[in-house]
């Protein structure tokens, strides 16, 4: 039997803010929109009353799904993911020039994490995190040669 990885699943508390983020700020493109309500969505997300608007998007061959739940609405967290926590912990995106990418991310709602910025010359590489406006850490690299 074959298979292959669909998408990733994102919660995010402002679909708008969050579509802006990933679309003007790491150049995805929507591909596709999906609303759905109560029965068996319910039963699926184990969310009694769900409703939600999910909206796909992809870049290199990779599906991003932003889930917006308009009830019973996102539940937000006040501090980042701890890199060490199970489940998703980062967006890795590689980039010719992080300084300018990391500029347009916090024009759009990121937010900084400055003391994570290391560069790695044994390696030749360069790296640092960034939060999506909804506290998703978004790895930022460039290699240094090539």
């Not at 990733?8 to 790491?26: P, S, W």
């Not at 969505?41 to 769900?50: D, G, H, K, R, S």
């Not at 900084?112 to 290391?118: A, G, H, I, K, N």
Request: proline fraction near 5%.
């Amino acid at each position: 039997m074959a298979w292959q990885l669909s998408h990733i699943g994102l919660c995010v508390a402002d679909l708008e803010r969050a579509r802006r983020f990933y679309c003007e700020g790491l150049g995805f493109r929507e591909v596709s929109t999906l609303e759905v309500r109560d029965e068996p969505a319910a039963t699926l997300l184990q969310i009694p009353n769900v409703e939600l608007q999910a909206v796909y998007l992809e870049r290199d061959g990779f599906r991003l799904e932003l889930l917006y739940y308009r009830h019973p609405g996102a539940i937000v967290g006040t501090t980042p993911h701890q890199m060490n926590a199970c489940g998703l912990t980062h967006l890795s995106f590689q980039a010719d020039d992080i300084t300018e990418l990391e500029q347009r991310l916090l024009a759009l709602g990121g937010q900084p994490l400055p003391e994570t910025r290391v560069e790695l010359d044994g390696i030749g590489l360069v790296a640092l995190f960034v939060l999506d406006p909804d506290g998703t850490r978004i790895e930022l690299v460039r290699r240094l040669n090539g």
